[in-house]
């Protein structure tokens, strides 16, 4: 098991992309923190996970509350006594064109993914910095991390904005041996995307098998969604890395959509 013993806390965990990786960490032999801003759906999950010969627990987590980011990351050291691994991937998504957008949405997306990564960082670089065992951050970009899409203004940013976040940690990161990467998948049918498809539909005056086929998928080699077991197991592959020879990246998971 090439996580045997680490503990990971995710953030956004009780459900999609989330719970997948935490399914596949508790796999792996970590020790897993399900950190959730819905307490009952983080309590479900990480029973899952303990039922199913694992170790996971749950914490609440909105990752816009500095004290509750702090007081989460804190549990999770006081249960396991230690952390070794960050996933920061809670996020949302709101669909409008700029001229329609509201300030409120903007800075709404903006907290939840940037100032969220920010303050799970700065509690997680505190933590393994002060157990001198080294780390690793991962964060949930997106293709919108290198491309730009209609109606996702604040998302593109957000998602821009993970990659410079994730090579400034492994930059300071580096002498603590704190490593820091970048998942970027493309459309991946959790509800947040399922959500996506209407909406778009309506935006754009076509069909919803057209989003699809036309918008989300186009530019993929093989017109197939990538899955939560695609981006879980490229998470594991990230983790387990043993050196800083992976740090300051981003690896895009997308059925050749975006290619580097």
């Not at 907290?111 to 799970?120: R, V």
Request: glycine letters at 8%; aromatic letters at 4%; one cysteine or more.
């Amino acid at each position: 098991m090439v996580l045997k013993d680490k503990v990971a806390l995710i953030t956004g965990a009780a459900s999609g992309i989330g719970k997948e990786i935490a399914i596949e960490y508790a796999k792996a032999g970590a020790k897993v923190v399900i950190a959730d801003l819905a307490l009952d759906a983080a309590k479900a999950a990480a029973d899952e996970i303990n039922k199913s010969g694992g170790t996971a627990m749950a914490v609440a987590m909105n990752v816009v509350d500095e004290a509750q980011v702090d007081k989460g990351i804190a549990d999770a050291v006081a249960a396991y006594g230690t952390l070794d691994i960050l996933i920061s991937n809670a996020g949302i998504q709101i669909i409008a064109p700029i001229v329609d957008s509201t300030l409120e949405n903007w800075r709404k997306m903006l907290a939840i993914h940037l100032d969220g990564a920010y303050l799970t960082t700065r509690a997680a670089m505190r933590a393994m910095i002060k157990a001198g065992k080294g780390g690793s951050i991962i964060y949930m970009g997106s293709v919108h991390s290198h491309e730009a899409s209609p109606l996702k203004a604040p998302y593109v940013t957000a998602k821009h904005g993970l990659i410079g976040l994730a090579k400034v940690v492994a930059k300071e990161g580096a002498k603590d041996k704190i490593r820091s990467n970048v998942i970027c998948p493309g459309f991946v049918r959790t509800p947040l995307v399922e959500k996506q498809i209407p909406e778009q539909a309506k935006e754009l005056n076509i069909s919803e098998e057209d989003v699809i086929k036309k918008v989300m998928l186009k530019d993929t080699v093989d017109g197939e969604f990538t899955t939560t077991a695609d981006v879980a197991q490229t998470a594991v592959f990230l983790a387990a890395f043993p050196t800083n020879a992976l740090t300051g990246q981003s690896v895009v998971v997308s059925h050749g959509w975006f290619m580097q």
